[in-house]
């Protein structure tokens, strides 16, 4: 990144990524496009007038605004995942597969953000919530979301017992790809790395705010456009993509979670503006993602990978 904020005894401060105090030689950033990570500064560093409303907004009014907000964002209404649902790109099973191909990269680490965010949490009711989506992201599940799941057309046997990374894996194999084989791009470990960052050296609320609202919150509406453009494949079995179906129905329940906690962090000023800036730091790291995935998917003979 260009700027990165920290926050440190209520106070916030903008540092330079360039920094050779802070350099991170694990992190190559150099193939990012200058006017996504403006943008990315831009919306960081804009909003804290605007987010520090008077507290007599009450905190259930400040998280839904909040959450409806993140609906908006271009991550979650990107191009690219308009042009998988409606069919517009030149080849949807190539994208569909060149996403299976990089998006394990991310996803695979989602016990990882989980387990960090939890890290992070004091109030133990906070962090027990928290276990319980833990839990079902390794695949262990009440009976009565079972029932639910099954009336959506989710059968057990299909999901119980395997964690979600194999669902994923699941999905890319029926596509053709070895997602766990394949030669990580740069542009998937600096998603994973620098939102693994986030959750560790924000604040909580920050961390909150990015795994909340940023992440758990769109899932519901990401993952409708790959259950679209899947369904427009016609050949691959539900059970092979059911790791999209089954985010769309469960992931209510994480969101609910985070949003309970995230009533508590709400309740100041400074708790509001960092749930607010780890959300836009969320959502513009995914929002950079799916600009080069987008950029792979119109132009698929310039790609440089070969599945």
């Known amino acids: 990144m260009s700027m990165i904020t ?19 030689n694990s992190i190559n950033t150099s193939s990012w496009n200058p006017a996504q990570l403006h943008r990315f500064r831009r919306e960081i560093e804009g909003p804290p007038r605007e987010v520090r409303s008077d507290l007599r907004q009450s905190t259930d009014q400040f998280v839904t605004q909040l959450a ?29 597969t060149d996403f299976a191909h990089h998006y394990y990269g991310y996803s695979a680490h989602f016990p990882r953000y989980l387990t960090t965010l939890i890290s992070r949490l004091e109030n133990p009711a906070h962090w027990r919530a928290l276990l319980e989506n833990l839990t079902e992201e390794s695949g262990v599940y009440a009976e009565d979301e079972l029932r ?31 997602s766990t084989a394949n030669k990580e791009a740069v542009q998937v470990t600096c998603w994973r790395e620098l939102f693994l960052q986030l959750l560790a050296n924000g604040s909580p609320a920050e961390a909150i705010g990015a795994l909340g609202f940023g992440t758990e919150n ?35 329940h994480h969101q609910a979670s985070l949003r309970a906690i995230a009533v508590d962090f709400a309740s100041t000023n400074e708790g509001r503006a960092d749930l607010r800036r780890g959300m836009l730091k969320a959502l513009m790291l995914r929002s950079i993602f799916w600009d080069w995935m987008y950029e792979r998917a119109i132009q698929p003979e310039l790609t440089e990978e070969i599945f």
Request: hydrophobic share 40%.
């Open 218 to 252: 769109i899932v519901r509406t990401l993952y409708g456009y790959f259950v679209k453009a899947l369904d427009s494949l016609g050949d691959l079995a539900p059970c092979d993509t059911v790791f999209f179906k089954l985010h769309t129905a469960v992931d209510d």
């Open 148 to 178: 639910e799941l099954s009336e959506i057309g989710v059968e057990r046997a299909w999901i119980e017992g395997a964690p979600h990374p194999q669902l994923f894996q699941r999905f890319a194999s029926a596509l053709g790809v070895d």
């Open 6 to 24: 920290e926050t440190l005894n209520g106070a916030t401060r903008h540092r330079s990524a360039s920094d050779p105090r802070y350099s991170d």
């Open 68 to 96: 409806q907000q993140a609906l908006q964002h271009r991550a979650v209404r990107h191009p690219y995942l308009q042009a998988l649902a409606d069919g517009s790109l030149p080849n949807i099973r190539w994208a569909l």
